[in-house]
């Protein structure tokens, strides 16, 4: 069964948020007080966000531990809204054992994208992301393209990074804070780490990608997760509809009552050029 966030795929980030949200962090880097990020490293997040569809622990590193949600549909993402969260010491916790909806969850420690994981000849980026069965990180490579390449190769030479070195010195708390202040200014607060990655798999459905591929890229272990974005080939979900029940005709032909002649006519009323032609010859050499 699929997760929360899997189901909930009414939005996601398009190609023209990522692009909004890119421009907004490059004004950042350029123009706010940073003291320990580099600048650059939060529109190079965005990018790599959107076109690796890489987590955002599996890009910044996270030092691992435990974490709690409440799945419960009417307080996802919003625990403390439950009446059965109350403040315990200093955290907030489900005051209800058994409640079905709370779960506790297991980080894995990240150490994020290092500069030795970037394959610049291969266009590739090593990624480390969650493993279920083991508490060893489960490695996958992913595809880039060449411009975030570029990118990264401008950072890394700027900032003289060594092989061992995070490609992004940020931590995933403020990482999150940031992509959420960043979404807000441009006028859409929905936008979230997790739905880069959403927004990633889509675009390569629709644009063509394979689902084995897809697979691979995102580092699901069962391709039926995989395979809920292909919701969203609509291209081809309607070619193959109308294979079916065949799509709508663009033109209509009538009959002109003094010749006799077959004319298709467009929804415009405008007579396609070839039945033109084909009166003019047959008037000129009848």
């Not at 894995?108 to 290092?114: E, L, S, T, V």
């Not at 279920?132 to 990180?137: C, D, P």
């Not at 995070?166 to 739905?195: C, D, M, Q």
């Not at 291209?235 to 002649?261: I, L, M, T, W």
Request: net charge positive.
């Amino acid at each position: 069964m699929p997760s929360a966030p899997m189901r909930n795929l009414s939005q996601y980030v398009t190609y023209e948020d990522f692009l909004q949200m890119e421009k907004a962090a490059k004004h950042f880097d350029e123009n706010a007080r940073l003291k320990s990020v580099r600048r650059g490293s939060y529109s190079l997040l965005i990018r790599l966000l959107f076109f690796t569809g890489a987590r955002i622990a599996e890009i910044v590193g996270t030092p691992g531990g435990s974490t709690t949600k409440c799945l419960h549909p009417q307080f996802e993402g919003l625990r403390t809204q439950c009446p059965k969260w109350k403040q315990v010491k200093n955290n907030s916790a489900c005051i209800e054992i058994d409640c079905k909806h709370f779960r506790t969850y297991t980080l894995k420690p990240h150490h994020g994208i290092r500069v030795k994981d970037v394959l610049f000849k291969e266009r590739l980026i090593a990624i480390y992301g969650k493993n279920t069965r083991s508490k060893e990180l489960k490695a996958r490579t992913v595809v880039v393209d060449d411009d975030t390449l570029k990118k990264i190769e401008a950072h890394i030479k700027r900032y003289n990074l060594q092989l061992n070195d995070k490609l992004i010195n940020t931590v995933e708390y403020g990482t999150k804070a940031f992509i959420a202040r960043t979404a807000k200014k441009i006028g859409k607060p929905w936008i979230s780490a997790h739905k880069f990655r959403h927004g990633h798999a889509i675009y390569c459905i629709q644009n063509g990608m394979d689902l084995r591929t897809l697979q691979q890229q995102l580092g699901h272990s069962n391709l039926g997760t995989t395979a809920i974005y292909l919701q969203f080939a609509t291209d081809e979900r309607k070619r193959s509809y109308d294979k079916v029940f065949g799509a709508k005709p663009n033109d209509v032909k009538v009959q002109c009552p003094s010749c006799g002649f077959n004319f298709r006519i467009k929804k415009n009323l405008e007579i396609f050029l070839e039945d033109r032609m084909q009166t003019i010859f047959k008037n000129k050499f009848t």
